[in-house]
Nanobody
Framework: QVQLVGSGGGLVQPGGSLRLSCAAS????????IVWFRQAPGKEREGVSC????????YYADSVKGRFTISRDNAKNTVFLQMNSLKPEDTAVYYC???????????????????????WGKGTLVTVSS
């Protein structure tokens, strides 16, 4: 069964850190572009970070640049999102998604749209509050 499972969310104080995981089963993440999306209450979903399948190129939205790091562990078939210096505005449900690269699925200049992804994980809630 093909499945993406996102985990690692929770409640953290401002300035704290969390590491989200996106584990795949039924397929190999090596060949896929991976995107972390988030959706806060009342806001549109946004792609905050993504990583290519080929050379490990990454992209970060301006809102998270310098604070978040996306990485792969191919041996574990898992992608991580390390989130540091968290702010209340980072509060959202975070989703990982995977897609085979083609012209609409690239990390050059931005992350692929939600609608072109092939697989989506269930969200994990991140709450940043004191």
């Amino acid at each position: 069964q093909v499945q993406l499972v996102g985990s690692g969310g929770g409640l953290v104080q401002p300035g704290g850190s969390l590491r989200l995981s996106c584990a795949a089963s039924g397929f190999t993440l090596d060949y896929y572009v991976i995107v972390w999306f988030r959706q806060a209450p009342g806001k549109e979903r946004e792609g905050v970070s993504c990583i290519s399948s080929s050379d490990g190129s990454t992209y970060y939205a301006d809102s998270v640049k310098g604070r978040f790091t996306i990485s792969r562990d191919n041996a574990k078939n898992t992608v991580f999102l390390q989130m540091n210096s968290l702010k209340p505005e980072d509060t959202a449900v975070y989703y990982c998604a995977a897609a085979i690269p083609y012209y609409e699925v690239t990390v050059v200049g931005g992350c692929p749209r939600w609608g072109v992804m092939d697989y989506w994980g269930k969200g994990t809630l991140v709450t940043v509050s004191s």
